[in-house]
Nanobody
Framework: QVQLVESGGGLVQAGGSLRLSCAAS???????MGWFRQAPGKEREFVAA????????VHADSVKGRFTISRDNAKNTVYLQMNSLKPEDTAVYYC????????????????WGQGTQVTVSS
């Protein structure tokens, strides 16, 4: 069972940047990893995902050009670089893992981290 631990969240002013990290323990070879977020009273939504090799990446339209997903397989870690943050980016951010191909559907991910809070002030 792969365990995921997110870090890097915090409070930032609009226009600022944060980098989230998600460290995985256990075997992650060939696994895709994704980032999702959930704001109070809203459903969990897709942010970004990539496959193990990095040959396939996808970002939600709402974050394209501002957020970038990347991973370091030697460290079993996936990152989410968030630039030009907006108040509407405020949410708990979760990383998740699934076998093989990246997916934008949270239902297709079986392992989740505990989440990290990102708050963007206006």
């Amino acid at each position: 069972q792969v365990q995921l631990v997110e870090s890097g969240g915090g409070l930032v002013q609009a226009g600022g940047s944060l980098r989230l990290s998600c460290a995985a323990s256990g075997r992650t070879f060939s696994y895709a990893m994704g980032w999702f977020r959930q704001a109070p009273g809203k459903e969990r939504e897709f942010v970004a995902a990539m496959n193990w090799s990095g040959s396939s990446k996808v970002h939600a339209d709402s974050v394209k050009g501002r957020f970038t997903i990347s991973r370091d397989n030697a460290k079993n870690t996936v990152y989410l670089q968030m630039n030009s943050l907006k108040p509407e980016d405020t949410a708990v951010y979760y990383c998740a893992i699934r076998a093989w191909q990246a997916s934008t559907s949270p239902a297709e991910y079986g392992n989740w981290g505990q989440g990290t809070q990102v708050t963007v002030s206006s």
